[in-house]
Nanobody, 116 residues
Framework: QVQLVESGGGLVQPGGSLRLSCAAS????????MGWYRQAPGKQRELAAT???????TYADSVKGRFTISRDNAKNTVYLQMNSLKPEDTAVYYC??????????WGQGTQVTVSS
């Protein structure tokens, strides 16, 4: 069993920055693929960024150049650094872990609101 705890969401003005954190319980974190997804009001959940066990990263076109995903295996934590935030980034952001058997685990979500 894996539990994910997210933090770092909040209200920020356009052009501002936030850093989201997701801490995973248990052992084996370094072997898991991680990702950040987001769901805006009335919209489907979409992928924002992923980072594999080999540290390969992938970004949605909408966040490329503005967001950076990283991981600290010693802390069992994945981060999403969000810069140059836009109102369209407003969403609930979810952390996802995929284990070695391709089982998916989701965090509870953290609200990010970009508004002036």
């Amino acid at each position: 069993q894996v539990q994910l705890v997210e933090s770092g969401g909040g209200l920020v003005q356009p052009g501002g920055s936030l850093r989201l954190s997701c801490a995973a319980s248990g052992s084996g974190f370094a072997m898991y693929d991680m990702g950040w997804y987001r769901q805006a009001p009335g919209k489907q959940r979409e992928l924002a960024a992923t980072i594999t066990r080999s540290h390969t990263t992938t970004y949605a076109d909408s966040v490329k150049g503005r967001f950076t995903i990283s991981r600290d295996n010693a802390k069992n934590t994945v981060y999403l650094q969000m810069n140059s935030l836009k109102p369209e980034d407003t969403a609930v952001y979810y952390c996802k872990l995929t284990d070695v058997l391709l089982r998916a685990y989701w965090g509870q979500g953290t609200q990010v609101t970009v508004s002036s």
